[in-house]
């Protein structure tokens, strides 16, 4: 996982200018539907919420479902 973040961060560089030189790879979890939704509105989640990922900019970590596919393209977008 931490070279596709690296490849993200190189494309990110290349294609936008963007410097990230001094980024550092974030933590990384995956969480079932429920939790997910749960850490990202500090409550019970809503039913039929289509949370997929989410980046908690204070601690540096990103959050993923469960369901994550490092080999499907649509999974590896929401990486952006």
Known sequence: MKELILALFLFISTETGYN??????????FLPQTELEAK???ENS????????????ENDII??????????????????
Request: aromatic share 18%; glycine share 2%; proline share 7%.
């Open 40 to 42: 990202y509105t500090k």
């Open 46 to 57: 809503p039913v039929g919420s289509d949370l997929f990922a989410f980046y908690d900019l």
């Open 20 to 29: 990230t030189d001094n980024l550092e790879v974030p933590q990384i979890y």
């Open 63 to 80: 959050y993923l479902r469960d369901t994550w596919n490092i080999h499907n393209p649509w999974s590896k977008s929401v990486l952006l």
